[in-house]
């Protein structure tokens, strides 16, 4: 059975930082594309980060670039999105997927993870 998990969200405030991690089970990531995706309140759901399985290319949605840093330790079979200077705008359910493309096309991932809050106050 294969499970995505993510972990590491939380409640900070604007300008703080927090570290997302995702792990797997039944399931190598470290041969797979992984993205992290968020969906806010209301909003539908955006493509945030996404790393190709050797990680040698990452792609940022404009909203989150020089903030963000996607990263992933193949030996561990994890893959992180480091996030700096959050912002009130940057709280969502953060969802880790993987499978899919390395420019975050959502509709190519397979595999999801149930989420992880973040909450940013202001």
């Known amino acids: 059975q294969v499970q995505v998990v993510e972990s590491g969200g939380g409640l900070v405030q604007a300008g703080g930082s927090l570290r997302l991690s995702c792990t797997a089970s039944?399931?190598?990531?470290?041969?797979?594309?992984v993205g992290w995706f968020r969906q806010a309140p209301g909003k539908e759901r955006e493509g945030v980060s996404c790393?190709?399985?050797?990680?040698?290319?990452?792609y940022y949605g404009d909203s989150v670039k020089g903030r963000f840093t996607i990263s992933r330790d193949n030996a561990r079979n994890t893959v992180y999105l480091q996030m700096n200077n959050l912002k009130p705008e940057d709280t969502a359910m953060y969802y880790c997927a993987a499978g899919g493309t390395a420019t975050c096309d959502e509709v190519t991932y397979k595999y999801w993870g149930q989420g992880t809050q973040v909450t940013v106050s202001s």
């Open positions: 039944g399931l190598t990531l470290r041969n797979l594309n």
């Open positions: 790393i190709i399985w050797s990680g040698i290319s990452t």
